[in-house]
């Protein structure tokens, strides 16, 4: 059964009685456990939607709908299948006592691969959870390969009893499932030719596999007694760059699509010049680090800034890595008459300064870099430092508690777009 914890004014649901509380036990004669099912079984235009309420009553509803209505209800998060592995590079793992509980939990639930792209290795499939997989369609998935080497692969995750994971992405291929994959690179451990035969093997999957990401390991200062891995030096970065751009030359050519992509922090780590927006195509991964840089000066381009605006002081902060972005554009926004933009490059002291990244700052990482800069009328930052949907940072400190501490009122921005209207005037007023 399936709580239901709002229903939608107005909607089928609310039409016929639903209540927050409520149970949906069945749709069309099929359980219902959770939000996969709901939506699967809710597509079909004639439904019976058997119903406990929170007083105990079973009830029955026969509804009539379009294929592509809901029932306009939502539904608690789904209960997180628990990570089995111990990776030599788990985030989790490296991370300090202060941020928000959800942080810690280490999931590995196809589930919330489908629903939020997640990503998972497949070890923790039960034959259920292929065949619910197979039956209800359940693509894309999103696959932490790491690599293919079956011995390196276990102790990378862990996990000696880690299934082959070729074995199990060609079942998924087999069944028309479509995938994006993501290889976690660590310098000295499945680099270099295991990261040659990783792309090798995956590429023999498209177009199931559809994408990989390559992304470099994340090392924060609280590794206390894991395995000793360290950042890329710029030389390895660009090793790693020069193999994934000319693999992914040679799958442009084959397939017609370059298939594989460095991350955005490869590039600032190498000091090389970002690709232009058509190198990735559809952005597949852009969720993974991977062409946002490129998405952002492409907006930048696109944008006119105005001649002159009504006086204003702004401060933007960001993270160490994007700064270098943004001290690229300033002198553009440095010519705005009217406008006295600054920009303040904080450094991660939460995680460690070999975290650079402006979406794993902390509001107390904010704090101790700006409490006692004269910050003007208004400071902008990444709104991906903030949980999606809330106001809420890593560290569990609000925007509101932030603006308290620093005495200003805070706009987060998610582009250059809404970086010109805030200069502009708008969203300015108030706190």
């Known amino acids: 059964m399936l709580e239901i914890l709002s229903v939608l004014p107005g909607s089928i649901a609310a039409q016929s009685g639903f209540k927050q509380g409520d149970r949906i036990v069945s749709i069309n004669g099929e359980d219902v456990c959770d939000d996969i099912d709901y939506k699967f079984f809710v597509a079909d235009e004639h439904i019976v939607v058997k119903l406990r309420t929170k007083q105990g009553r079973l009830r029955t509803y026969a509804i009539d709908k379009a294929p592509d209505d809901t029932l306009g209800v939502e539904f608690s998060p789904i209960n997180i299948k628990r990570c089995r592995n111990k990776c030599i590079f788990c985030f989790v793992d490296q991370m300090p006592v202060g941020c928000r509980k959800s942080l810690y939990i280490k999931d590995d639930d196809f589930r919330a691969s489908f629903l939020h792209g997640n990503y998972i290795t497949l070890g923790s499939l039960s034959e259920a959870d292929w065949d619910r997989i197979f039956k209800q369609r359940l693509s894309p998935l999103y696959i932490s390969v790491h690599t293919t080497d079956p011995m390196?692969?276990?102790?990378?995750?862990?996990?000696?009893?880690?299934?082959?994971?070729?074995?199990?992405?060609?079942?998924?291929?087999?069944?028309?499932?479509?995938?994006?994959?993501?290889?976690?690179?660590?310098?000295?451990?499945?680099?270099?030719?295991?990261?040659?035969?990783?792309?090798?093997?995956?590429?023999?999957?498209?177009?199931?596999?559809?994408?990989?990401?390559?992304?470099?390991?994340?090392?924060?200062?609280?590794?206390?007694?894991?395995?000793?891995?360290?950042?890329?030096?710029?030389?390895?970065?660009?090793?790693?760059?020069?193999?994934?751009?000319?693999?992914?030359?040679?799958?442009?050519?084959?397939?017609?699509?370059?298939?594989?992509?460095?991350?955005?922090?490869?590039?600032?780590?190498?000091?090389?010049?970002?690709?232009?927006?058509?190198?990735?195509?559809?952005?597949?991964?852009?969720?993974?680090?991977?062409?946002?840089?490129?998405?952002?000066?492409?907006?930048?381009?696109?944008?006119?800034?105005?001649?002159?605006?009504?006086?204003?002081?702004?401060?933007?902060?960001?993270?160490?890595?994007?700064?270098?972005?943004?001290k690229d554009i300033m002198p553009r926004l440095r010519k705005i008459r009217g406008a006295d933009i600054n920009l303040v490059t904080v450094k991660n002291v939460f995680f460690g300064p070999l975290v650079t990244v402006a979406g794993l700052l902390t509001g107390s990482d904010l704090v101790k870099a700006l409490k006692h800069r004269p910050l003007g009328d208004r400071l902008l930052i990444p709104a991906t430092m903030l949980k999606e949907g809330e106001d809420v940072f890593l560290d569990d400190m609000t925007l509101s508690q932030l603006e308290e501490r620093l005495n200003i009122a805070i706009t987060p921005v998610a582009g250059f777009r809404e970086l010109m209207d805030v200069v502009r005037g708008k969203g300015r007023a108030g706190r």
Do not use: W
């Not at 295991?194 to 390991?217: C, H, K, N, Q």
């Not at 200062?221 to 040679?250: C, D, I, N, W």
């Open 152 to 326: 390196l692969r276990s102790f990378i995750l862990g996990n000696s009893k880690a299934p082959d994971i070729m074995t199990s992405m060609r079942r998924l291929a087999a069944a028309g499932i479509r995938m994006h994959t993501q290889i976690v690179l660590c310098p000295g451990v499945n680099d270099g030719h295991y990261l040659e035969r990783t792309l090798d093997d995956l590429s023999g999957l498209f177009p199931a596999v559809a994408s990989v990401a390559v992304v470099p390991v994340g090392i924060t200062s609280h590794r206390k007694e894991l395995y000793p891995l360290r950042k890329f030096t710029a030389r390895e970065a660009r090793a790693v760059l020069a193999m994934t751009v000319q693999f992914g030359k040679a799958c442009k050519k084959q397939f017609g699509s370059r298939f594989v992509y460095a991350s955005d922090e490869f590039y600032i780590q190498a000091g090389e010049v970002f690709p232009s927006a058509s190198f990735y195509e559809d952005f597949p991964q852009i969720e993974n680090g991977v062409g946002m840089v490129t998405t952002f000066l492409r907006e930048v381009s696109r944008t006119t800034a105005p001649a002159r605006v009504q006086p204003v002081k702004i401060t933007i902060a960001t993270g160490v890595s994007f700064s270098k972005v943004l």
